[in-house]
């Protein structure tokens, strides 16, 4: 396949989970990465983000966000972006915890770095934590 390149942040590309998202400038903890736009959907699929109660996004970039138990950005439910936890570097892909933002998976699956089910949420949560954006973001 490809590079599927999506500016100016980002490009889509082969990486150890298959097709993965990669950055292509450094980016700041706080700085929101970007905001999601696609078709909204009420139960989740293989490639949406869950935004709310039965609230799911099919995004063209979100859709190959692959899942990391030690994540370096999150999903901010209520104004559909991804935000970054931490500084980000050139070419690293970025990646969310599923189980941290999905109240359930379409496809579970095992986790590779730490060997459990990755299958949503025991419970949904009706509000989600607080995440902090830089003021320059």
Known sequence: ???????????????IHGLGVF???DLKKGKIVFKMKGKMVNTP??????????KHIEDNIAGH????????VA??????YFICLRD???GEEIMFDYNQNEDMIAA???CECCQKKIMGRKRPVKTQP???????A
Do not use: D, L, W
């Open 1 to 15: 396949m490809n590079n599927i390149y999506f500016p100016p942040y980002f490009v889509v590309k082969n990486g």
């Open 23 to 25: 950055i292509t400038a």
């Open 45 to 54: 699929s293989r490639t949406s983000v869950q935004i709310g109660m039965n």
């Open 65 to 72: 966000i692959n899942h990391s138990c030690t994540p370096n």
């Open 75 to 80: 999903v901010h439910r209520r104004m559909h």
């Open 88 to 90: 980000i570097k050139e």
């Open 108 to 110: 579970p699956f095992i």
């Open 130 to 136: 607080k995440i902090r954006v830089a003021e320059h």
